[in-house]
């Protein structure tokens, strides 16, 4: 990424002097239950409405009537108003490196929620390394800017990099050739990566009402932005939306995923997911941090008033595109592209044979999520993720680009303001094959062959 590009960033974010002041809506604040879509299978819709049906206002421990109190982290007492940057280590050893990794913690002057950004569970995705590490900077941090503790409710929690070792060697895993991302809540005495995980879980997680987990895609493809949640659990549904991007997927997690594991402790998790491994994209970075501060808006922790995008895909499934030759892959249409039923998608071509090619079709309309990056296919190597849309189609048009590209809400300033119910939620129906939006990618993790995901 070039300074020039790091610049961008930060100016379409950073609030400016223009804009501290707060525009009234001529709407009133809506508090009604939220919608789901008519179209998604009855028998998630049913899940997903019981979950709905729980509560979702402020607890009694976040009322003004309370006070605020010092908040305790890391056996260290915070002070209403204070930033701290706090050193935590991964690993309680005498000897030998405990991979110390920084938390930067901001405590309100009001009462609120604990909300907890993470970034680099995976040590090779970079997106969300770079957001976090903006938003703890001089630009976003401190008084007058858009995270002040002087006028901030409850508690933010930043851990910019996770995965430090894996971050220092440009891979996915920990040393050890495990995915942190599969041991959760870990176990004290069990393997460095499950140590480490039962470390985070005890000391970070444990306490937190709300984790913004991000991510990048694995080697090989790309993903757009997009929201990975369970819809099912009141609190990240609600988070899910508020993070105010166009595609949101309903899945639960594979077994030992922080979101998986934080819900059933009935913690609110969302995953995010933007770009690709081993790579700074600008566009990502920027869409985080602008969902990152619109879920802190709608929280109330922060003042302002939270963005909605002209309408949502709700996916509870997905349509893959296979290469049926093998090859080197050429992609014509890139992630985030809206394609036609028929449309040709990629080519691959062979080397060895220069006078043959063949041509990839789309199955089906709708948009592509995420393609591959790698150029090497064979015959039944997946090369995009397609959300088939059949209703909304219009709605969905009228957001692309000149390239026929999704335009991201955040990634061309903030929307203008709308009310929930103003938002149109387009279903994708459907399943997810082999359990996850990412399981027929493959994995190269031999110490853990569960379905693939963030």
Same mark, same amino acid.
């Given at each position: 990424?070039?300074?020039?590009?790091?610049?961008?960033?930060?100016?379409?974010?950073?609030?400016?002097?223009?804009?501290?002041?707060?525009?009234?809506?001529?709407?009133?604040?809506?508090?009604?239950?939220?919608?789901?879509?008519?179209?998604?299978?009855?028998?998630?819709?049913?899940?997903?409405?019981?979950?709905?049906?729980?509560?979702?206002?402020?607890?009694?421990?976040?009322?003004?009537?309370?006070?605020?109190?010092?908040?305790?982290?890391?056996?260290?007492?915070?002070?209403?108003?204070?930033?701290?940057?706090?050193?935590?280590?991964?690993?309680?050893?005498?000897?030998?490196?405990?991979?110390?990794?920084?938390?930067?913690?901001?405590?309100?002057?009001?009462?609120?929620?604990?909300?907890?950004?993470?970034?680099?569970?995976?040590?090779?995705?970079?997106?969300?390394?770079?957001?976090?590490?903006?938003?703890?900077?001089?630009?976003?941090?401190?008084?007058?800017?858009?995270?002040?503790?002087?006028?901030?409710?409850?508690?933010?929690?930043?851990?910019?990099?996770?995965?430090?070792?894996?971050?220092?060697?440009?891979?996915?895993?920990?040393?050890?050739?495990?995915?942190?991302?599969?041991?959760?809540?870990?176990?004290?005495?069990?393997?460095?990566?499950?140590?480490?995980?039962?470390?985070?879980?005890?000391?970070?997680?444990?306490?937190?009402?709300?984790?913004?987990?991000?991510?990048?895609?694995?080697?090989?493809?790309?993903?757009?932005?997009?929201?990975?949640?369970?819809?099912?659990?009141?609190?990240?549904?609600?988070?899910?939306?508020?993070?105010?991007?166009?595609?949101?997927?309903?899945?639960?997690?594979?077994?030992?995923?922080?979101?998986?594991?934080?819900?059933?402790?009935?913690?609110?998790?969302?995953?995010?997911?933007?770009?690709?491994?081993?790579?700074?994209?600008?566009?990502?970075?920027?869409?985080?941090?602008?969902?990152?501060?619109?879920?802190?808006?709608?929280?109330?922790?922060?003042?302002?008033?939270?963005?909605?995008?002209?309408?949502?895909?709700?996916?509870?499934?997905?349509?893959?595109?296979?290469?049926?030759?093998?090859?080197?892959?050429?992609?014509?249409?890139?992630?985030?592209?809206?394609?036609?039923?028929?449309?040709?998608?990629?080519?691959?071509?062979?080397?060895?044979?220069?006078?043959?090619?063949?041509?990839?079709?789309?199955?089906?309309?709708?948009?592509?999520?995420?393609?591959?990056?790698?150029?090497?296919?064979?015959?039944?190597?997946?090369?995009?993720?397609?959300?088939?849309?059949?209703?909304?189609?219009?709605?969905?048009? #009228?957001?692309? =680009?000149?390239?026929?590209?999704?335009?991201? /809400? $955040?990634?061309?300033? &903030?929307?203008? !303001?709308?009310? %929930? +119910? #103003?938002?149109? =939620?387009?279903?994708?129906?459907?399943?997810? /094959? $082999?359990?996850?939006? &990412?399981?027929? !990618?493959?994995? %190269? +993790?031999?110490?853990?062959?569960?379905?693939?995901?963030?």
């Amino acid at each position: 990424m070039t300074d020039t590009e790091e610049e961008n960033i930060v100016d379409s974010i950073a609030p400016k002097e223009s804009t501290n002041k707060i525009v009234p809506r001529l709407k009133k604040r809506r508090f009604g239950p939220l919608k789901v879509a008519n179209q998604i299978p009855k028998s998630r819709r049913l899940e997903i409405e019981k979950g709905l049906e729980k509560s979702s206002q402020l607890k009694n421990k976040w009322t003004r009537k309370v006070g605020v109190k010092t908040h305790s982290f890391l056996r260290k007492r915070i002070k209403p108003g204070e930033i701290r940057n706090l050193t935590f280590n991964l690993l309680d050893v005498k000897i030998g490196d405990s991979w110390p990794i920084n938390v930067t913690v901001l405590h309100g002057v009001r009462p609120g929620p604990v909300v907890t950004l993470l970034g680099g569970i995976h040590g090779d995705e970079l997106v969300g390394p770079l957001a976090l590490t903006y938003l703890s900077g001089p630009n976003f941090l401190g008084e007058g800017n858009a995270l002040d503790p002087s006028i901030l409710s409850g508690t933010i929690r930043i851990v910019s990099i996770v995965n430090l070792p894996g971050y220092r060697r440009q891979s996915r895993y920990f040393p050890d050739g495990r995915d942190l991302n599969r041991f959760f809540p870990g176990v004290l005495d069990s393997n460095t990566t499950s140590r480490v995980a039962h470390r985070i879980w005890s000391n970070i997680i444990t306490g937190s009402d709300y984790i913004i987990d991000l991510h990048a895609a694995a080697k090989g493809r790309t993903n757009i932005p997009q929201i990975r949640v369970n819809l099912a659990h009141s609190p990240s549904n609600l988070t899910a939306r508020s993070f105010g991007i166009e595609t949101i997927l309903d899945t639960q997690g594979p077994r030992g995923s922080l979101r998986r594991t934080a819900n059933k402790e009935n913690i609110a998790c969302i995953t995010y997911e933007g770009g690709g491994s081993d790579e700074a994209d600008p566009e990502s970075v920027q869409v985080a941090m602008y969902g990152i501060l619109n879920v802190l808006r709608s929280l109330r922790m922060i003042p302002g008033y939270p963005s909605r995008p002209r309408f949502r895909l709700l996916a509870t499934g997905s349509d893959w595109i296979r290469s049926d030759q093998g090859g080197l892959l050429d992609v014509l249409a890139p992630a985030g592209s809206y394609v036609e039923e028929g449309e040709i998608v990629a080519t691959v071509t062979d080397p060895q044979n220069p006078s043959q090619s063949h041509e990839i079709i789309s199955p089906k309309q709708g948009l592509l999520i995420s393609t591959a990056t790698s150029p090497f296919v064979t015959s039944g190597t997946p090369i995009g993720n397609l959300l088939s849309v059949k209703r909304g189609v219009n709605t969905l048009i #009228e957001r692309l =680009d000149d390239e026929g590209c999704l335009i991201i /809400s $955040g990634s061309d300033g &903030d929307p203008p !303001w709308r009310e %929930d +119910d #103003e938002v149109e =939620d387009i279903s994708v129906s459907g399943e997810w /094959s $082999g359990g996850s939006p &990412d399981a027929e !990618w493959g994995s %190269d +993790d031999k110490t853990n062959q569960e379905e693939e995901d963030c």
